[in-house]
């Protein structure tokens, strides 16, 4: 299974100008992408903002959900847990898994990595499945 485009997807999407064009792929069960995040993502003096780190986790869950289940949802609960800075320039890894099909609830995580595996941030949440998806 491959995953859709959304070309305006403020994270995703290849064509949104003002997006971060964050490239996710299936990997196994769960989901990963690579991103280098630049300055003009910074909140103070060249650390990414939390808001933009909270969206990377975000979109891995939705992506995560589903190449899990083959469905669409939306986030009902996030949970992120920063664990260091990340700076402009610095290269981090995005994955993403299910946790738990509950029927009408998905639990799922997300982490955002150095390329060694140590943390950035990591998330837990909910996500409902979209009706008729």
Do not use: Q
Not at 120 to 125: E, H, L, M, V
């Amino acid at each position: 299974m491959t995953l859709p485009e959304f070309p305006d997807c403020f994270v995703c999407g290849k064509d949104n100008p003002r997006g971060l064009h964050v490239p996710f792929e299936i990997r196994g069960k769960g989901v990963r992408a690579v991103f280098t995040p630049d300055r003009t993502l910074a909140g103070y003096e060249g650390t990414i903002h939390g808001g933009i780190i909270s969206s990377l986790i975000d979109e891995a869950f939705i992506w995560a959900a589903y190449a899990a289940t083959g469905r669409f949802g939306v986030t009902a609960e996030l949970h992120v847990r920063f664990k260091k800075p990340l700076t402009a320039g610095s290269e981090c890894v995005i994955t993403g898994g299910m946790l738990e099909d509950r029927g009408r609830i998905w639990l799922v995580e997300a982490r955002v990595e150095d390329p060694k595996g140590d943390p950035f941030a990591s998330g837990t949440g909910k996500v409902v499945p979209i009706k008729g998806e």
